[in-house]
């Protein structure tokens, strides 16, 4: 049965099926994908905790208040002193931002600072029904109209809308990283190959991929209830690049070997598709299974992220068994050039780096493990000095935009809690009690009368601390536990402060609740794929530990290399899923590999041919992949670079030590008993090989 379905998109007939069927659903996949961005929610429901009071809070106030409304803060510096002039062009500014589209209100302010260097103005702005890209609109009109006739006076917009707009601009290079991704996957590919035509195949298939999987994303969001937003939308770009060019990789290796055994290109793929295809399966399985954990997340971006991304991940999967294989029948052999391979043409045994790698290892493999393990746990120990509690809105991007210079300024000039206040909605009976409750809460500077509407009421309090500190984050756990002792006001605490404090208590529960599911998942496909309970346990263990290694380099690049102020809440949830997901992958790869070898040879010398067979390619593979997520750093956001950075040198970990060290080592030292409880347990091992005891084995990967 499953050599009749690895036949089919392979056949003399079935390929061109298979290639009419992909182009009929190229059309409305592209008119769909392009819609795309039109179904992100990019407002505070898309990244808030959905149970949260914080997420409460927001939805009460728009019954008060003009409905999701931020303000922007703007301010004015000039450091010899502000004049009576720059005042004056201050409050005509003030007047001219309320002919701005969605400013509603009156500015509060202008107010000059105590110590006379700085102006403040506080402006609310509503985000309309575009969200936050809304806000990027009105702060270019307010900096339009701040820096005309300035005369040297600062200007700058800073606060959530200031934010707001700069993060959008921020998201907006999705364009660029799409082309930067594709480069790097194809100057890998031409390296990989050293054919000019070759790469050309992986990245049609990955594009067709792509288009399909953003159509598909743009129904459910639109349809179905699908929650994305830009975060997401770059996240599935790098996603499907390298893990679908994985899979082409490892069935171009395959297809390559089977080329020089079979006279007709047909049944060469309709073999290699066989052969290789419980591995990419099961691969893409983990990851797509993997993703789709991340349902159960309480933050909404995390929630809706995994989703989209899993869908991602199968429509890739689903183009590289089908249309990748068709059209490299298609082409045939010349596809291959300069270097094609002839039927019955004996494979160059040269002994290649991972044969001698093979041959180290097998002298002492306890001994390796051993110490590779050891290595690897004590760069774990880095993860000590992680700072996953969130980031304040300034500290959010790699560069320094309008809105964190404003915020530098604020700071200097004006108290730390100014223009950014706590929200506190309760019932209008209860105001008065809130209000006096609120005002014996330390760390407040004052609290505004309530205003009122419909039975309802909102305070605002203003915070001495910067509210992204951890004071003030304790000035909010007070204040909830003042109000809620209020019996029958129904008092909940929000804003900006409340949100992160929030977002950190939710990110935290998700970390409990979906990363022990996705290793109970990964093992239970690792014990299907392989059949055996040892291996998996086995695998999982070097995989964790790749995991906490990675994870403790990065906290430690983030601190004192790239000087990051810490790391969002959701990054090593994320980092968790994406790393133990795709790094099992060439684990999967190797030892699928292994076990296919150990029924003719044993397992030990199946260690050695495997890792000599799949060198090349699954190098190749780890390449693509940490050059993918590298490419994040190309967007100026601190979550983008600290993602990026992280699975790509944990994918390089995995791919260099963890598959070609560890796991071989383990494989050499345990032999046999990987296999356990299955048949193959059962086949004795010969002896353990030695150095110079194995025959080189041909990398037929292009390498």
């Not at 309480?298 to 989209?308: F, H, R, V, Y």
Request: proline share 4%.
């Amino acid at each position: 049965m499953m050599r009749k379905l690895a036949a089919l998109p392979s056949g003399r007939v079935g390929k061109w099926v298979v290639i009419a069927i992909w182009a009929v659903l190229l059309v409305p996949a592209m008119m769909f994908a392009g819609k795309l961005s039109g179904a992100e929610q990019n407002d505070n429901s898309a990244w808030l905790p959905g149970n949260a009071e914080s997420t409460a809070v927001v939805q009460r106030a728009e019954k008060l208040m003009p409905a999701d409304t931020v303000p922007a803060i703007v301010v004015y510096d000039r450091a010899g002193g502000v004049t009576d002039a720059d005042m004056a062009k201050a409050q005509a500014d003030a007047k001219a931002f309320l002919g701005i589209d969605n400013v509603v209100g009156r500015p509060q302010g202008p107010v000059i600072s105590d110590d006379g260097k700085a102006i403040q103005t506080v402006v609310q702005v509503h985000k309309d029904n575009t969200g936050w890209e809304g806000l990027g609109k009105v702060v270019d009109d307010m900096t339009v109209i701040g820096d005309k006739g300035a005369d040297g006076l600062g200007f700058h917009v800073a606060g959530p809308a200031g934010y707001g707009a700069d993060s959008i601009k921020a998201f907006s290079g999705g364009g660029a990283l799409t082309t930067i991704t594709a480069v790097v996957v194809v100057a890998i590919l031409l390296l990989t190959y050293r054919s000019p035509l070759l790469p050309l195949l992986p990245l049609i298939t990955v594009g067709v991929a792509l288009l399909g999987a953003e159509a598909l994303i743009y129904v459910l969001a639109r349809h179905a209830g699908l929650v994305i937003n830009k975060q997401t939308s770059f996240i599935l770009v790098v996603l499907i690049f390298g893990a679908a060019t994985d899979y082409a990789l490892l069935l171009i290796s395959r297809y390559r070997e089977e080329l020089l055994r079979h006279e007709d290109r047909h049944d060469a793929m309709a073999e290699a598709l066989y052969r290789s295809g419980p591995a990419i399966v099961a691969s893409a399985a983990t990851v797509a299974v993997s993703l789709l954990l991340l349902s159960f997340a309480e933050l909404n971006s995390t929630k809706g992220m995994g989703p989209a991304c899993a869908i991602a991940v199968v429509v890739g999967l689903l183009a590289m068994v089908t249309l990748m294989p068709a059209l490299l029948v298609a082409c045939g052999r010349w596809i291959f050039w300069p270097a094609k391979p002839a039927h019955g043409a004996e494979a160059v045994r040269k002994e290649g780096v991972w044969s001698r790698v093979g041959k180290a290892i097998a002298g002492r493999p306890r001994l390796v493990w051993a110490g590779t393990a050891l290595a690897l746990a004590a760069l774990a120990l880095g993860t000590v000095g992680l700072n996953a509690s969130g980031l304040a809105n300034k500290d959010q991007f790699t560069n320094k935009p309008q809105m964190a210079v404003g915020e530098d300024v604020r700071a200097q000039h004006f108290p730390a809690g100014s223009g950014d206040p706590v929200y506190v909605v309760t019932r209008a009976a209860a105001a008065g009690q809130v209000k006096a409750a609120l005002n014996g809460v330390s760390g407040f500077a004052g609290v505004q009368d309530p205003v009122v509407k419909g039975g309802e009421a909102v305070l605002l309090a203003q915070l001495k601390d910067e509210p992204s500190s951890d004071a003030a984050r304790r000035t909010v756990d007070r204040a909830r536990d003042a109000v809620h002792r209020i019996a029958g006001a129904d008092a909940q605490v929000g804003g900006s402060t409340a949100i992160m404090v929030d977002t950190e208590d939710a990110a935290t529960r998700d970390d409990k609740v979906i990363i022990p599911l996705v290793l109970l998942v990964v093992l239970l496909i690792l014990g299907l794929l392989l059949r055996a309970v040892v291996a998996p346990l086995v695998l999982m263990a070097t995989v964790l530990l790749s995991f906490g290694a990675a994870l403790g380099v990065s906290s430690l690049v983030f601190e004192h290399v790239f000087h990051f102020a810490g790391a969002d809440a959701s990054f090593p949830l994320l980092a968790f899923v994406f790393l133990v997901a795709l790094g099992i992958d060439y684990n999967i790869f190797l030892v699928t590999r292994i076990r296919e070898e150990a029924q003719r040879q044993g397992t030990r010398r199946a260690a050695l041919t495997g890792l000599s067979s799949t060198g090349g390619v699954i190098t190749s593979a780890g390449l693509v992949l940490a050059g993918t997520f590298g490419a994040m750093g190309s967007l100026p956001m601190v979550f983008a670079a600290e993602l990026g950075f992280a699975v790509a040198f944990g994918v390089l970990l995995d791919t260099i030590v963890v598959r070609s060290v560890l796991v071989t080592a383990l494989t050499l030292d345990v032999g046999r008993w990987m296999w356990w409880p299955s048949g193959l347990f059962r086949r004795q091992d010969d002896a353990l090989p030695q150095v110079g005891d194995v025959d080189p084995v041909p990398s037929l990967s292009g390498r």
